[in-house]
């Protein structure tokens, strides 16, 4: 008997390839895509599935369960973001002057989300994922957003997807977007502009710390690739889990988690307030804490938690640094709350990191 399971479809297709591929020499535009095709494959690695590498597209699947709203965009964007760092990198740092390297940035990235049905059909030693979903998700990657909206890199969200994962079009700033196909009538979606937020970010101003300022509590290598750790540290639902509080609030004003997101954390009688300043999926967030009482009359202070994924991608090395935030006082006072400090991050860490390396079914 078939098992029929349901989840999320994701396809990543590098845009543009067909027709660069024309005008490129073969060798050097076939070691250009299988570098951009293994960023994407990086980024997606411990959130989403690989179905199958499918030319210039990446296919995966996350069952029910895997993942939230706010985890799927932050994939996406990160997908994106990391894929255009690695493109204009390629282009700056090159001294080929062959049309494959010159012409690179010709190449885009867009996205297909959908939530449906599939089955694992397993083949010759491989599994491949088959059903009317499957096989409506890549119908839709042949789409006319770049036509009607122009959009060269974009994320389109089906309905489906969008009602499963409770994404709100209008604070993410998506435009509706309906397709019609023989066979299986008119599909209505929504798209986000991705070129449009990497050029958001690019010039939105960091909120980092780097290594070598403020104070380093703790670093760490735990045992998941960062996108894993990602979704540990900013669910609501999971930070419970390892933080030892009795529940998070949180408030997106996008819906989902992001700069401007308000958390309350509730420990007891005690609430740590916290305000999400930057947010750099699978790479870093900073976010000013008002811990209370757990560091007496300090006040609030910026923290930066980065993530750097290990050579075999399936690590993740933790940093914590941490700044005091304004004032004389502030500054005087930091070196006698650090050691305080220090322990309640090591201490959650620690948690972390056991949580980590126990089976997933023992992550509730």
């Known amino acids: 008997m078939l098992n029929v399971q349901r989840g999320c479809l994701v396809l990543a297709d590098i845009a543009g390839y067909s027709e660069y591929l024309s005008g490129v020499e073969l060798t050097h535009c076939q070691d250009v895509l299988a570098d951009l095709v293994g960023t994407i494959v990086a980024q997606t690695r411990g959130s989403l599935r690989l179905a199958k590498l499918e030319g210039d597209a990446v296919f995966c699947y996350g069952p029910d369960g895997t993942g939230d709203g706010s985890m799927l965009l932050a994939l996406v964007e990160s997908c994106y973001f990391a894929f255009m760092g690695r493109r204009e990198h390629i282009r700056r740092n090159t001294t080929c ?98 070129e449009a937020r990497w050029k958001e970010e690019e010039d939105r101003r960091a909120v980092y710390i ?70 750099r999926p699978f790479r870093y967030l900073t976010f000013r804490a008002d811990w209370g009482k757990t560091v007496g009359l300090m006040g609030t202070l910026l ?40 322990s309640v991050i090591r201490t959650v860490m620690d948690n972390l990191s056991r949580l980590l390396s126990s089976p997933p079914d023992e992550h509730n």
């Open 210 to 279: 780097p290594p070598g300022k403020g104070i380093e509590l703790d670093q760490r290598e735990l045992p998941a690739p960062p996108a894993v750790v990602w979704d540990y540290m900013t669910s609501p639902q999971k930070r419970p889990l390892w933080q030892g509080s009795d529940r998070v609030d949180q408030r997106n004003p996008r819906g989902v988690a992001g700069v401007g997101t308000q958390v309350h954390c509730y420990h007891g009688a005690m609430v740590i307030k916290e305000e999400i300043l930057d947010f």
């Open 97 to 194: 002057q062959c049309n494959a390297c010159r012409t690179i940035d010709r190449l885009n990235l867009k996205f297909l989300t959908h939530h449906g049905e599939y089955v694992i059909h397993q083949v010759a030693g491989s599994h491949e994922l088959v059903g009317r979903d499957v096989v409506l998700a890549h119908r839709l990657l042949k789409n006319s957003v770049t036509e009607k909206l122009g959009f060269r890199g974009y994320a389109l969200f089906t309905l489906a997807s969008v009602q499963r994962y409770s994404l709100d079009p209008q604070a993410l700033r998506m435009a509706k977007h309906a397709d019609s196909y023989q066979d299986v009538g008119e599909v209505i979606g929504y798209v986000l502009d991705l």
């Open 303 to 342: 923290i930066t938690m980065e993530l750097t994924p290990a050579a075999d991608g399936g690590h993740t090395r933790v940093s914590c640094r941490v700044v005091h935030e304004r004032g004389l006082k502030q500054r005087l006072l930091l070196p006698f709350v650090e050691p305080r400090l220090r």
